[in-house]
């Protein structure tokens, strides 16, 4: 099925630290969604961007929605322990959500 | 406000049984929708559900099927169990679904076929 490229797959960093990720697709969304998923739960929804061209921030996270509408980009700022995890970007078309593979945050202290 | 819940959490069932999971969303969503989830493939849309009708359904075989009711509560079944069956099954529920529609996750069903 269609998916989108998020990268990277993994990142090892220090506390700290900065993150960026992104995803990338060939096709145009109408909505980006970022997502945590702790093992064993569900992803949690971090920011939803509706408008190509947005900047949210939400605490040390903040999110763009591409200009493009092909593209998003997510960054941690200062990692703490909690931000272990893996996060997924999603694409909104029409009624369905189309994820990306996740990035697998470590964060050694 | 309560979450999205899903029941059971953990399941093992053996290949050629059926199994139905069972999914109610926040209240005052009217959306469903169902994934699985795979090392492998990732989160794969399985199908999604307003008020008591299918509205999008993804690429899996007829052995996965699904059903919502008056309440908003969602069904899915799967019949004939494969060992490639075995996945996380998350459900997420949404006001209206749809291209503005943020979708909240449940904890998920863990499903292991053997």
């Known amino acids: 099925g269609q998916q989108l490229n998020q990268s990277p797959q993994s990142m090892f960093i220090q506390e700290g630290e900065d993150v960026s990720m992104n995803c990338t697709s060939s096709s145009i969304f109408n909505t980006w969604l970022w997502y945590k998923q702790d093992p064993g739960e569900g992803p949690v929804l971090l920011i939803a961007?509706?408008?190509?061209?947005e900047l949210t921030s939400n605490g040390r996270l903040t999110a763009q929605f591409g200009i493009t509408r092909k593209d998003s980009f997510l960054n941690i700022s200062a990692s703490i322990p909690s931000d272990v995890g893996i996060y997924f970007c999603a694409g909104q078309g029409a009624q369905k959500l189309v994820f990306g593979q996740g990035t697998r945050l470590t964060i050694n202290p | 406000k309560a979450g999205v819940t899903q029941t059971p959490r953990y399941l093992i069932k053996t290949r050629g049984q059926q199994v139905t999971l069972s999914c109610s969303p926040i209240?005052?969503?009217?959306?469903v929708s169902w994934y699985q989830q795979t090392p492998g493939q990732g989160l794969q849309f399985l199908f999604e559900?307003?008020?008591?009708?299918?509205?999008n359904k993804g690429n899996f075989p007829g052995r996965f099927s699904g059903r919502q009711f008056s309440n908003s509560r969602s069904e899915m079944n799967v019949s004939t169990l494969e060992l490639g069956d075995s996945a996380l099954y998350l459900c997420?529920?949404?006001?209206?679904?749809?291209?503005?529609?943020?979708?909240?996750f449940g904890p998920g069903t863990r499903l292991t076929v053997t």
């Open positions: 961007l509706y408008k190509a061209g």
């Open positions: 997420a529920s949404s006001l209206t679904g749809g291209p503005q529609g943020e979708q909240y």
């Open positions: 559900y307003f008020s008591e009708t299918q509205r």
């Open positions: 209240s005052g969503h009217r959306s």
